[in-house]
């Protein structure tokens, strides 16, 4: 490959980082938006009665909500082909298994906010029965809550394949890759203790101790090294 041929693929590697980092930025913006201002205003966890009151009273930014979590799954379909192509020079092989999880997690966690749009029809003026009403709507936010947390143990196994090549990486601060893998553990952490444990969800501080806090410095840290750096040096073999 000739020097301008390399400056031009330097320079395509260069724009998909750019447009993955932009990508992770949106999903920040949007999930932070729908999670704690529309969700955690509405939705009392273990208050089917409050939480239809919420619903009813404020209709349009329950949809608002939904829709900020449908634009986050846009965003996270371009970050996985972003990535594929930003670390394939690594493992080419382990780069696209790393994107299908992201996709994988992508289809469930959209998926999961159908049952909102089922909260909604439910919500209508010929519901009479209030107690099969509760019980429905119960149900449907449980399900959901579930199908988060099953997508979560896809995403948490490609954060750590994204750990694991960075680790591999020569050109790519490792420190990204430590964060990262140290993060996947705490998306299958939480998944698998609300799986195994019907105590495990009352505590909402340990989703912060596994989850937030670990997922915030590592992803929040990728997502600026993919702005300011990302596709400049990309190894070209492992």
């Known amino acids: ?4 041929a390399e400056q031009t693929n330097e320079m395509s590697l ?3 980082g750019i447009i993955s980092g932009f990508a992770y930025l949106m999903i920040f913006v949007f999930s932070i938006t729908a999670n704690f201002f ?27 909500g939904i829709a900020c979590w449908v634009i986050v799954v846009i965003f996270d379909v371009i970050v996985a082909w972003g990535l594929y192509l930003l670390l394939k020079p690594i493992n ?26 089922a909260v909604l029809k439910l919500l209508n003026p010929n519901t009479f029965d209030s107690n099969y009403l509760n ?5 449907l936010l449980n399900t959901q ?27 790519i601060p490792r420190i990204l890759g430590f964060f990262l893998v140290i993060a996947s553990c705490g998306y299958l952490i939480d998944s698998f203790g609300n799986f195994l444990s019907s105590a495990y969800a009352n505590n909402g501080s340990v989703f912060m101790i596994f989850v937030g806090f670990p997922a915030l410095i590592s992803e929040f840290s990728l997502t600026v090294w993919l702005l300011l750096k990302g596709g400049k040096e990309i ?3 492992i």
């Open 38 to 64: 529309v969700f955690e205003k509405l939705i009392v966890s273990r208050d089917p009665i409050s939480t239809i009151s919420n619903i009813i009273a404020n209709e349009s930014l329950f949809r608002f």
């Open 14 to 16: 260069r724009k998909t």
């Open 135 to 139: 019980t429905q709507i119960a149900l």
């Open 145 to 171: 809550y579930f199908a988060v947390r099953i997508s979560y143990v896809f995403f948490g196994i490609h954060i750590f394949l994204l750990g694991l090549l960075i680790l591999k990486s020569k050109h």
């Open 92 to 117: 080419k092989s382990l780069s696209l298994l790393a994107a299908y999880f992201r996709v994988v997690f992508s289809a469930i966690f959209g998926y999961s906010f159908v049952n909102y749009f």
């Open 1 to 4: 490959m000739d020097k301008t």
């Open 235 to 237: 190894d070209k073999k």
